[in-house]
């Protein structure tokens, strides 16, 4: 079974302060995806990777960055909360190619004040 | 206008009733085709995927129009833990493992 894990369940941050999202999975795939989900707008793709050290700006990059040093972890940093940013963030992972499957994690529900 | 529209509902079905959830999507070069299913305050899971041939999976029927670019999800003999929201899903096959989700559909299966 494939695993993905994020660091938390649910954050609380205050404006201003940087934040780290962590994902890893387990099972050796090349890609791996952050998307935040907002009622009434769905998911919408922050960033993605492809390979180590590689990354790709989504849909909506601003506000975000992101880090792949290792093939199983992939980390979206929000370099200054802004409370626009309150949300939930999901992590996926897939093999490479366009009919693979997403494999998410649980979800991080950020909330900044 | 969206690259994949969806009614976002609710949908509201007494069991056993047979519903069906169209989508419809933008882009003229996407390669595949998926539904998702999210349970409340859970991750996305892959519920089918849809081919051109149309496919089914129990209860479940997909069917793919690509010259309409439209996409259904048939549900028959609706159970309570079918309650769920459904999410069209289309990958443009030239940007990798990239997905475009739809922003889903709700449905809730009343006893």
């Known amino acids: 079974d494939v695993k993905v894990t994020q660091s938390s369940r649910y954050l609380v941050k205050r404006t201003g302060e940087k934040v780290f999202l962590e994902c890893v999975q387990d099972?050796?795939?090349?890609?791996m995806f952050w998307y935040r989900q907002d009622p009434g707008l769905g998911l919408r793709l922050i960033y993605f990777?492809?390979?180590?050290?590689?990354?790709e700006k989504g849909d909506i990059p601003e506000g975000y960055s992101v880090s792949r040093e290792k093939k199983e972890r992939f980390s979206l940093i929000l370099e200054s909360a802004s409370t626009n940013q309150t949300s939930m963030y999901l992590c996926a992972s897939s093999l490479p190619g366009g009919g693979e499957t997403q494999y998410f994690g649980p979800g991080t529900r950020l909330l900044v004040l | 206008r969206k690259e994949v529209e969806q009614d976002p509902g609710p949908f509201n079905v007494p069991e056993g009733a047979t519903v069906a959830f169209n989508c419809t999507y933008s882009n003229s070069a996407s390669q595949s085709f998926f539904w998702y299913r999210q349970d409340c305050r859970k991750e996305p899971k892959l519920l089918m995927s849809?081919?051109?041939s149309g496919n089914e999976d129990g209860r479940f029927t997909a069917q793919l129009n690509r010259a309409s670019q439209y996409i259904s999800l048939l549900i028959r003999d609706s159970k309570l833990s079918d309650s769920a929201t459904y999410l069209c899903?289309?990958?443009?096959?030239?940007?990798?493992?990239?997905?475009?989700f739809g922003q889903g559909t709700e449905l809730s299966v009343k006893p």
């Open positions: 099972m050796d795939h090349e890609n």
């Open positions: 849809v081919y051109s």
């Open positions: 990777s492809y390979d180590v050290k590689m990354k």
């Open positions: 899903v289309v990958n443009l096959g030239n940007q990798g493992g990239k997905l475009i």
